[in-house]
T-cell receptor
Framework: RKEVEQDPGPFNVPEGATVAFNCTYS??????FFWYRQDCRKEPKLLMS???SGNEDGRFTAQLNRASQYISLLIRDSKLSDSATYLC??????????????FGAGTQVVVTP | DTEVTQTPKHLVMGMTNKKSLKCEQH?????MYWYKQKAKKPPELMFV???????INESVPSRFSPECPNSSLLNLHLHALQPEDSALYLC????????????????FGSGTRLTVV
């Protein structure tokens, strides 16, 4: 079983609509959680960290459910520029593994006019 | 603009060539990383340097040789590569996490797209 799993999509979303997707992780010792976005042939860019109480950054809302071991990302009022692959990233941050971010395979979002 | 600078952006090399990838950051980060990413796959960790010392080598073949000359620079020396080594090579940096402190994740460079012919 992969340590971090995501629905690959694509999620086809009309402009202005809301889209949400999850990511599950298998290691209960995971400490830090992030969403990165990656555009085609570009580097991953940190979208937001995910905090235990949930957090919002503009149109983006991230939630963490430790009991069920998943994190979610919700995008409101989708823009064409939101089209990208969203990578779920988890870090166990223990002494021997702090450098090892675990990446999901990514969820592709396509926002259409 | 990215705060982690990688050069070159593109590299084509033959299987007998020796080349180097370079990475530089001036954010004061003390951890630097090399990742390899194939098309439509997530990045895969290759090496981690912490305070200029190699702390993680993910069983990478010896034809890839990392070097960290100082806290701002990270190199990846390439020799006798195979066509299957063609990929996007990403450098990243971060502060090492500290107990009780939030962890802010990595900053990635824009990558070097390597083609081995």
């Amino acid at each position: 079983r992969k340590e971090v799993e995501q629905d690959p999509g694509p999620f086809n979303v009309p402009e202005g609509a809301t889209v949400a997707f999850n990511c599950t992780y298998s290691n209960s010792a995971s400490q830090s959680f992030f969403w990165y976005r990656q555009d085609c042939r570009k580097e991953p860019k940190l979208l937001m960290s995910v905090y235990s109480s949930g957090n919002e950054d503009g149109r983006f809302t991230a939630q963490l459910n430790r009991a069920s071991q998943y994190i979610s990302l919700l995008i409101r009022d989708s823009k064409l520029s939101d089209s990208a692959t969203y990578l779920c990233v988890v870090n166990r941050a223990t002494t021997d593994s702090w450098g090892k971010l675990q990446f999901g395979a990514g969820t592709q979002v396509v926002v259409t006019p | 603009d990215t705060e982690v600078t990688q050069t070159p952006k593109h590299l084509v090399m033959g299987m007998t060539n020796k080349k180097s990838l370079k990475c530089e950051q001036h954010m004061g980060h003390r951890a630097m990383y090399w990742y390899k990413q194939k098309a439509k796959k997530p990045p895969e960790l290759m090496f981690v340097y912490s305070y200029e010392k190699l702390s993680i080598n993910e069983s990478v073949p010896s034809r890839f040789s990392p070097e960290c000359p100082n806290s701002s620079l990270l190199n990846l020396h390439l020799h006798a590569l195979q066509p299957e080594d063609s990929a996007l090579y990403l450098c990243a940096s971060s502060q090492p996490p500290r107990s009780g402190a939030p962890y802010y994740g990595y900053t990635f460079g824009s990558g070097t797209r390597l083609t081995v012919v």
